[in-house]
């Protein structure tokens, strides 16, 4: 395994039954350090193989190293803090017994509780009942929990699932924070701004396997220049010719022209000057949202 | 260990159920070993089995029976629950092993199995003490070692059931059919066929491995009384009695067999 690599899986699969390929041939890597977006669709794979990954499931075949231990030892999980499809606790005892029994399980000082409830703006409520709690004072609880061990290494499955615009909002800053410095955060979703705000790197998973795996800006590509012109076969006859531009299409009754933005001005001045009218002209990207789509598109 | 027992004892404290199912135990215990006995005497006077000197028969009567049954509600709840709740994950996560988790649940169940069956003994010797001075009649407790050996055999008869609702908590990962099929069993099965096996001949080895049977054969020479809960109504045992020293074998040996398959099918299993 390679030092820098927090997370490594080698041919992960897991298998359901016959018919069910959950996770298939996983060649997953996460770095230290860095806060990595696993994204995929429903039903992609991300919680099977998060479970996997924190020993919940064992894998049908392949392997992995979390923080050079395998899946589900001892020695790994006293490092890792994880939240895997939403909390789980006792609704009958406040958030505060809630934590002291997780602290207990996870040999953490009772200081941490009080710490970890702080960091996740919960403390004013902690004696409150789990199970009288909004939706977002459990995914923090359960973040918090997940802080409880100072973990070098923390999982988050779906942490703003059923949370509120603000909530969200919150939980992203709180994720930010948390990933900051050393630690290495793997966040799981399938929510674009979540990821795009949040992650330095993205794997997309679809059918049990990851088709991309790049940064945001990787993943969305380079910015190209649309120009809507007239006539618009002599624009496009000059601007193939034109330095710098890589590649003239036609889409939609406009030109999307591969080059850098730098070139936009230049562009505009000779097709102007060629007699061409120009009506538009602007760079544009594809958006997180538009590659993944295209990337977990059922043919694609 | 003693962190991830008193985490559990913590949950179980705090659980109302825990404490529910003490009420009603000791309530139940107290209305069929004393307060039915009492009020149905023929008026010969007191019946001699709700007198203080007969409390460790009379109160261990009714543990083979409902008393495991609340044993094994209990268990069920504190183990199907996780599952239900998804603590289970939460718990594992932290980094004990499996069977460190199993074993601090059963650590916890075994603790609070020691008040369970004081309470009762407890209660049974209130009701008692009540009786017999209210009809002016002598008290007499029974010897220390007698009740030591009376709430030790309460004990382990209450931790087997407890096992097999470990089991059937961690088999169904649940609690609803876990306490279902445990109810089923206690009643229908060892019941029925309990009763059964005076009038079929080769039903009786077969209800001589079974929890309750050897449950009233280890209790009986604590003066087990059938005139209370073990002689009458729908938990009246007439079935064969083995050798006590059999009986507390096959009992140790029941609950292991549980825990063990327990251990087994959490050890294996994926937590999803």
Redesign the interface.
């Known amino acids: 395994m390679n030092d820098d690599h927090v997370i490594e899986t080698r041919g992960l699969s897991k298998r359901y039954g016959d018919d069910l390929l959950a996770v298939d041939r996983l060649e997953l890597r996460v770095s230290r350090g860095e806060v990595y977006g696993f994204l995929g669709p429903n039903g992609a794979g991300k919680t099977t193989t998060l479970r996997m990954l924190l020993g919940l499931v064992r894998p049908t075949s392949g392997d992995a190293t979390v923080l050079g231990a395998p899946p589900g030892a001892p020695e790994g999980l006293a490092r890792i803090g994880s939240m895997i499809e939403g909390p789980g606790f006792y609704p009958y005892l406040s958030g505060r017994d809630n934590l002291r029994i997780a602290a207990r399980y996870a040999g953490a000082p009772e200081a941490r509780i009080d710490a970890a409830l702080d960091e996740v703006e919960l403390g004013g409520r902690a004696g409150d009942r789990f199970g009288a709690y909004s939706q977002g004072m459990k995914q923090r609880l359960g973040v918090a929990a997940a802080l409880l061990k100072e973990p070098e290494l923390l999982i988050l499955d779906e942490p703003t699932n059923g949370l509120d615009p603000a909530g969200m909002a919150s939980m992203r800053g709180l994720i930010r924070r948390l990933g900051q410095g050393d630690r290495t955060v793997l966040l799981s979703s399938h929510l674009m701004t979540e990821i795009e705000q949040v992650c330095d790197r993205v794997g997309v998973i679809r059918g049990g396997s990851l088709v991309e795996e790049g940064t945001v800006d990787d993943l969305r590509g380079r910015a190209r220049l649309q120009v809507r012109a007239e006539p618009l076969d002599a624009a496009r006859r000059l601007l193939d010719a034109f330095p710098g531009v890589e590649r003239v299409a036609v889409s939609d009754g406009s030109l999307r022209v591969a080059t850098d933005a730098a070139a936009a001005a230049t562009i505009n001045r000779t097709l102007v000057e060629a007699g061409i009218a120009v009506s538009e002209l602007h760079m544009e990207r594809a958006s997180l949202e538009d590659v993944f789509l295209e990337l977990t598109r059922e043919d694609a | 260990m003693s ?2 027992i ?3 004892l ?2 179980l404290r ?3 159920g825990t404490w529910v199912l003490f009420g009603i135990y000791a309530a139940l215990s107290t209305l069929f070993s004393y307060l039915l006995p009492y009020l149905e005497g023929d008026g010969a006077g007191v019946p001699p089995e709700v007198l203080p000197d007969r409390i460790a028969g009379q109160v261990i009567a009714g543990f083979p029976f409902f008393g495991g049954v609340f044993a094994l509600i209990l268990a069920v709840l504190a183990i199907g ?1 996780d599952y239900g ?13 499996r069977l460190r ?1 199993l074993a ?1 649940k059963l650590a916890a169940l075994a603790i609070v199995l020691v008040p369970f069956t004081l309470v009762v003994f407890a209660t049974g010797a209130v009701a008692s003490f009540a009786i017999a001075q209210a009809e002016g009649a002598t008290v007499v407790w029974p010897s220390a070692w007698l009740l030591v050996r009376a709430v030790a055999a309460g004990w382990l008869i209450l931790a087997v059931w407890a096992a097999f609702g470990v089991l059937l908590g961690v088999a169904t990962r649940g609690t609803s059919l876990a306490i279902g099929i445990g109810i089923l069993y206690t009643l229908v099965i060892e019941g029925l066929t309990s009763a059964l096996a005076d009038s079929v001949s080769f039903l009786e080895p077969v209800v001589q491995v079974f929890v309750r049977a050897n449950a009233y054969s280890l209790v009986e020479p604590l003066g087990l009384s059938f005139e209370g809960a073990a002689g009458n109504g729908p938990g009246a045992y007439e079935g064969p009695l083995v050798d006590p020293a059999q009986a507390l074998f096959v009992l140790i040996a029941v609950a292991a067999a549980f825990l063990g398959v327990a251990a087994t099918l959490l050890r294996r299993r ?3």
Do not use: C, F, I, N
């Open positions: 962190s991830t008193g985490a559990e913590l949950a705090k659980r109302t629950s709740w998804d603590t289970l994950k939460t718990l594992l996560t932290q980094g004990p092993g988790v601090a994926d937590v999803s």
